[in-house]
């Protein structure tokens, strides 16, 4: 080792006398090079020595030892996988004193003849590399008969997952340019300004410079005016420091062009811990910064534009969003909330909107503010309520004018102009308003509200005056079809009203009776109910279904309940099935296409106390029977064709006797149909929840419990509970 150290200093000190460099040097600076590295013996053609990084690509042959033998027992292959040994090998062609540009070679421990090795690895790890040699001594050196050394150096430069020979191709190109160009300098810190005292020939093919032209000075020639300061200022840090530091830096060739230059440069202390060197590796990146500059100004582009689509989908979604929830209520305060939610904080940091009603004034009002509920809102909400937007304000000449309103850079003073009290502008100045964007919801002619969005920072883009006024057309919309659903439901509730009938006291029974429409929108249907008081003392109980959920099927169910009335009021206690067969008749004959499933009962009184029910049925759903003691049965021993299908159709009666204190429950089938299950598992189910109330005094709490029966409103639904005391 002493050897090849005195062996560099000569050949430096050829080149300039006046630079020694410590006989121990050479390993010590190349201990900590980051690339994999080999001295070579010439004279023996052994190994003598390899880095930190050589061991850990190869594992740690035993040195010396001849070239093709380190190559063996680390694993090196050509690309076909054939071993690297003979005078033709690359190592050996180094070790022989002949620069090496570069070759690729394969790194394949499992094929390497040290069998411990070879059996710890199974291929995935191997490597291909790129291997660049040349001697580091000078002419005169080796004419002095003093030892020769060659330096080998290892490069990674593709994954062995790379099969395609295109791109394995093209990164052994790029592997090769590196190689050939990574420039190896010493420098001597101890001595002033720090000279440099050794490059590679590599460094002279890429500055231009000689080896006599740069040895004896400080490496700063390379830098020009343009050279960054503070990557010099870090590169001084690093030395001053004495640690590792890596910079790229715009540096100067011989011939005044430009290059970047990539350096690494790592500090050679002795053993006594001083000082001694520092190396430098260096590369010409060139192409790469500035095919990086390029990637940077396509990759700025490239975000401009994804920015500019982004936002346009971010509006595009916020409409969307808008659409959904704005429709999604046919409740005008619900509609505002979601109006001013969806507007904070996408389109401003505050909104405010306002509901007209028929009389100009505010009827509704909803404030969000991006920093959640804040007092000011709800004081705002209470000021505006009950009174007309104020006069000169800009929502009021939204309303009047009917075009968009935008103000911007507002002070205290210009705000002042535009907010009529004093409470509203101390609000309003808490809440910060610098700009302002007011936006009438017209709708069919008629503006319904106002929309104000507020900002405290930025003013309103034209994306966003167009954003929201398509917000503002949207919620007006959504409030019309609200107003008219509320017009529609009174109508309809109106109409329901009238047709169901408020249950009679009858002395001796104690009735209950619940109705919800399958259709929302008009919370009317089909289905009825009835409890009448007969002429003989008697109790009749119906229970109907037209076919149909909308206000027609309604107004028949009003009819058919009418004439049902006035068949039984005279049709007798006993037979109930001839009072349903005159209603089929009186449907048919009247030419009223109504169908519909009924169930008519006469409840009579008997001396002992109890009760005789006799029961008839057109198609409709059986009866059940609570009895006193809780048990649940049902009356299914009856059948009867539907009404208005067939003239002369012929129901019969039966007679149930009922204890004293049986409840009687009828039902529509809106009761018993759920998703997937069929009428008898939904009946099995509503029996067993009745049967677990357990004993009763009166109807409330059975029909209570059928009507929890209900699963998602897929029809109308009536209930009509009777308890025979």
């Not at 680390?74 to 570069?102: I, K």
């Not at 804040?374 to 009950?386: D, I």
């Not at 027609?552 to 001839?578: I, K, V």
């Not at 039966?654 to 204190?661: D, E, F, Q, S, T």
Request: aromatic share 4%.
């Amino acid at each position: 080792m002493h050897a090849q150290s005195d062996a560099v200093a000569a050949a430096t000190q050829a080149a300039d006398p006046a630079s020694p460099v410590p006989s121990s040097a050479l390993p010590a600076i190349l201990g900590d090079v980051p690339v994999a590295v080999l001295l070579i013996d010439q004279s023996t053609g052994e190994v003598t020595f390899a880095n930190g990084a050589a061991m850990d690509l190869a594992g740690k042959v035993p040195l010396p030892v001849a070239t093709d033998s380190w190559g063996a027992a680390a694993g090196l292959t050509d690309l076909d996988g054939r071993p690297l040994a003979g005078t033709d090998a690359p190592l050996s062609r180094v070790a022989a004193g002949q620069p090496l540009a570069g070759e690729p070679v394969r790194l394949s421990p499992r094929r390497s003849d040290d069998r411990e090795r070879a059996g710890a690895h199974d291929g995935r790890d191997d490597q291909l590399l790129w291997v660049t040699g040349f001697p580091v001594t000078t002419p005169e050196a080796s004419a002095a008969d003093q030892q020769a050394l060659s330096l080998v150096v290892f490069l990674p430069v593709a994954d062995p997952e790379a099969r395609d020979g295109g791109v394995l191709l093209q990164r052994l190109r790029e592997g090769a340019v590196f190689a050939t160009d990574i420039c190896f300098t010493i420098s001597d810190p101890r001595q002033p300004d720090d000279p440099l005292v050794w490059v590679n020939p590599a460094f002279t093919r890429v500055t231009g410079y000689s080896l006599g032209e740069v040895v004896g000075r400080n490496c700063r020639f390379l830098q020009g005016p343009a050279t960054d300061p503070s990557a010099l200022e870090e590169l001084r840090a690093g030395l001053a420091a004495r640690r590792p530091v890596t910079v790229t830096l715009l540096n100067h060739r011989k011939d005044g062009t430009a290059f970047w230059n990539q350096l690494s440069v790592s500090p050679v202390l002795d053993g006594a811990g001083e000082l001694v060197s520092f190396v430098g590796v260096q590369a010409d990146v060139s192409q790469r910064v500035v095919a990086d500059a390029e990637r940077g100004r396509a990759l700025r582009a490239e975000t401009a534009a994804r920015e500019t689509a982004e936002q346009a989908q971010q509006r595009l979604l916020l409409m969307a969003e808008g659409t959904g929830q704005l429709t999604a209520t046919l409740d005008t305060g619900e509609l505002l909330d979601r109006l001013t939610g969806i507007c904070v904080p996408g389109l401003g940091d505050w909104a405010f909107a306002v509901g007209l009603d028929d009389h100009g004034q505010v009827g509704r009002a909803s404030a969000a503010h991006r920093d959640g509920d804040r007092p000011e809102l709800a004081a705002l909400v209470e000021l505006v309520t009950g009174r007309p937007p104020p006069a000169g304000s800009p929502a009021a000449a939204a309303i009047a004018d009917g075009t968009v309103g935008l103000l911007a850079d507002l002070t205290p003073q210009a705000l002042a102009g535009h907010v009529s009290t004093e409470a509203g502008r101390r609000l309003i100045e808490s809440l910060g308003m610098r700009a302002l964007l007011t936006v009438p919801m017209t709708a069919r002619g008629r503006t319904l509200g106002v929309l104000s969005l507020v900002r405290t920072g930025s003013p309103f883009a034209l994306d966003d005056v167009e954003v929201a006024t398509d917000l503002g057309r949207r919620a007006a919309m959504a409030m019309d079809n609200a107003r008219l659903y509320q017009l529609e439901q009174s109508v309809a509730e109106t109409l329901q009203r009238s047709l169901l009938p408020q249950l009679p006291d009858v002395p001796g029974v104690t009735a209950v009776a619940h109705y919800e429409a399958a259709s929302a929108g008009a919370a009317v249907g089909g289905d009825f109910y009835d409890l009448i008081a007969l002429p003989d003392g008697a109790v009749g109980i119906a229970i109907g279904d037209v076919a149909g959920h909308d206000i027609d099927a309604a107004a028949e169910m009003g009819q058919l309940r009418g004439l049902l009335r006035a068949c039984a009021y005279d049709g007798g206690s006993t037979e109930p099935g001839r009072v349903l067969d005159r209603l089929d008749r009186l449907v048919l004959g009247l030419g009223l296409r109504t169908l519909a499933t009924v169930t008519y009962a006469c409840a009579c009184r008997a001396e002992d106390g109890s009760w005789t029910l006799h029961v008839a049925t057109a198609g409709h759903p059986p009866l059940l029977v609570h009895a006193p003691d809780g048990a649940v049965r049902q009356l299914d021993d009856v059948r009867g064709l539907m009404i208005g299908v067939a003239d002369g159709a012929s129901r019969v009666s039966v007679a149930h006797h009922l204890p004293a204190g049986s409840t009687v429950l009828a039902y529509t089938d809106g009761l018993v149909e759920h998703r997937g299950p069929d009428l008898d598992v939904g009946t099995a189910q509503l029996m067993a929840a009745l049967a677990a109330v357990g004993p009763v005094t009166g109807p409330q709490e059975l029909c209570s419990t059928a009507m929890r029966q209900v699963d998602a409103r897929l029809d109308d639904t009536a209930c009509i509970g009777v308890t025979l005391h």
